[in-house]
């Protein structure tokens, strides 16, 4: 609490005003802060268990290794199998999946 009066009240003791600027500025850099680094980690965070469970048999998916295959069957207990070539099954966890197949797919070559 010390340090924090002290930042606050840091300068000359003659300006009344400068303890608020201060702390108007670490609001903004905290505002800009959750603009650019926390919300938009949430949203992709939101989108990606959104993805996760709506998976169903037929999706063509990545894993998170780079494995890439199409969801067989999907469990009850948080795991899918997912067949990598045709009669080879892999059985994962769901969180393993990283993103659809076909969006990587259809990505324009730069």
Wanted: hydrophobic share 45%; charged share 15%; net charge positive.
């Amino acid at each position: 609490m010390f340090y924090l009066n002290a930042v606050l009240l840091a300068g000359n003791p003659q300006q009344g005003g400068g303890g608020m600027v201060q702390l108007v500025l670490m609001g903004g850099i905290i505002l800009v802060f959750w603009l650019f680094m926390i919300r938009p980690q949430a949203k992709k965070a939101k989108e990606q268990k959104t993805f996760i469970d709506n998976l169903q048999k037929g999706d063509k998916v990545v894993t998170i290794a780079g494995i890439h295959g199409t969801v067989n069957k999907v469990n009850e207990d948080n795991t899918l199998q997912l067949e990598v070539s045709p009669g080879s099954y892999l059985k994962i966890e769901k969180s393993s999946i990283s993103m659809e197949w076909t969006v990587t797919l259809n990505k324009p070559a730069a």
